[in-house]
């Protein structure tokens, strides 16, 4: 069984290091506010308007990042998983 986790951790720790790449996970709106000239002969006059645009900046995640926390959670289930058999008597066939 230990062999196992670390081949596991092993694998997870090259994936997370060696992944390139985002990915996105959410989308949040922001407000853009710009002052531009005014349009026409106003404009040319040096009339100033005040353009507000909504955008969507993205949140994006490493994906090294999500290795490397899926590896923790992982690992923090099987210790929580030996202490438990250790805890009722149980010992593991490999372990």
């Avoid at 986790?5 to 694998?11: M, N, P, R, W």
């Avoid at 994936?15 to 985002?22: D, H, I, K, R």
Wanted: glycine share 16%; hydrophobic share 45%; charged share 5%.
């Amino acid at each position: 069984m230990r062999k196992k986790l670390q081949v596991i951790a092993g694998l997870a720790g090259l994936a997370g290091s060696s992944v390139g790449g985002s990915v996105t996970v959410a989308t949040i709106p922001t407000v853009v506010t710009s002052v531009v000239s005014a349009g026409g002969i106003a404009g040319w006059f040096g009339v100033t308007a005040t353009v507000t645009t909504v955008v969507a900046a993205p949140v994006t995640v490493s994906l090294g990042a999500i290795f490397a926390v899926a590896a923790a959670a992982y690992g923090g289930y099987c210790y929580m998983k030996n202490c438990s058999e250790q805890t009722n008597g149980v010992t593991g066939a490999n372990g």
